[in-house]
């Protein structure tokens, strides 16, 4: 699979996720960026990784 797609996918779980961890974690009243920055976070730490992970070589 091609790794731009494995990153995407990366990113969208991430995005997911961080989503949901930013609704549970951050205080009510947390301003709408608080929310972007933590789903920011979240997507382009799986994006990056898995885009610049070293391909499994035999």
Known sequence: MNAQIKAIAAAAG?????????????????????????????ALTPYLSTWFAPKNAR
């Open 14 to 42: 991430g995005a997911v996720g961080g989503g949901v961890a930013g609704g549970i974690v951050l205080p009510e009243g947390s301003p709408w960026y608080a929310y972007v920055i933590v789903i920011a976070i979240t």
